[in-house]
């Protein structure tokens, strides 16, 4: 699969994305016998990678891992940020930070919390990233005000909302004390803080949002900034709903 040259040294564990643009600017990456600029792409099981003369064996590729963390707040979403923040990596042993091509699928804001997937698995970050690709993600979310059933409705249903229409919501209420609202939301998309924006819109402003699930993965009992491994049942099953979506969208 061709990618990005930066995209590929970050996912076999050799730099970070910035590290790897730095290397990319000094010229110290080839690609079959050429130096590259920005934004190059490259098929690492076709092309001949070099960095600093050296070639990039595909041998040597880190395995493959897999883990599910329950995101605390105050964590940034990234495997590193340049203003010095708290990102999700910090929460993880240095065996697994160091030279494993480990990064987060998708995306929690940094006042929200709950499931998030980390991997080092390229193309299964591309496909279940995918705008196109709908896999549920299930949310425990707390708004300011007593929202209203109609306003729940035309959630659920899915309207139009900045040029968009948005996909259908399962939306249960929970809960409704003290002037706050507490539901259950399953989306099958994932825009940008997409259900922050939305209460927003609507008028009743997010006061907490926790994802307990991404598709089958819960994170039940699992404290805030603890991981686990995924069993080999569960990557199996990881990449069966992966290999279902991409079958629907071709239909």
């Known amino acids: 699969m061709t990618e990005r040259v930066q995209k590929i040294l970050r996912e076999w564990g050799i730099a970070s994305r910035r590290e790897a643009e730095t290397m990319i600017s000094q010229g110290r990456i080839k690609v079959n016998g ?3 600029q920005l ?3 490259a098929n690492p099981l076709k092309d001949t ?3 600093d003369g050296k070639v990039l064996n595909k041998n040597f590729r880190p395995s493959l891992v897999y883990i599910l963390l329950n995101k605390p707040k105050d964590y940034i979403c990234t495997c590193d940020d340049p ?3 708290k990102t999700v990596m910090d929460l993880l042993p240095s065996q697994l930070k160091s030279g494993r091509g480990l990064h987060p699928v998708g995306r929690l804001d940094r006042n929200s919390t709950g499931a998030l997937l980390l991997t080092n698995d390229g193309e299964l970050t591309l496909n279940l990233t995918h705008p196109r690709y709908h896999l549920e993600k299930t949310y425990i979310v707390t708004v300011k005000g ?3 059933n109609k306003i729940v409705q035309q959630w659920s249903e ?3 909302w900045e040029g968009k229409q948005t996909l259908p919501a399962e939306i249960t209420v929970t809960q409704r004390h003290n002037n706050q609202t507490k539901m259950e ?3 099958q998309e994932g825009r940008n803080r997409q259900i922050r924006n939305i209460g927003e819109f609507f008028g009743y402003p997010v006061i907490s949002l926790h994802r307990k699930a991404i598709g089958f993965l819960k994170v039940g009992s699992l404290p805030y900034g ?3 491994h995924l069993t080999k049942e569960e990557i199996t099953m990881l990449k069966q709903t992966e290999k279902v979506m991409i079958e629907d969208l071709r239909r």
Do not use: P
């Open 226 to 228: 603890k991981y686990r």
């Open 146 to 148: 007593n929202i209203t």
């Open 39 to 41: 934004g190059d792409k």
């Open 185 to 187: 939301i399953v989306l």
């Open 158 to 160: 899915g309207f139009m």
């Open 34 to 36: 050429e130096n590259i």
């Open 49 to 51: 990678i070099e960095i």
């Open 83 to 85: 203003e010095g923040r």
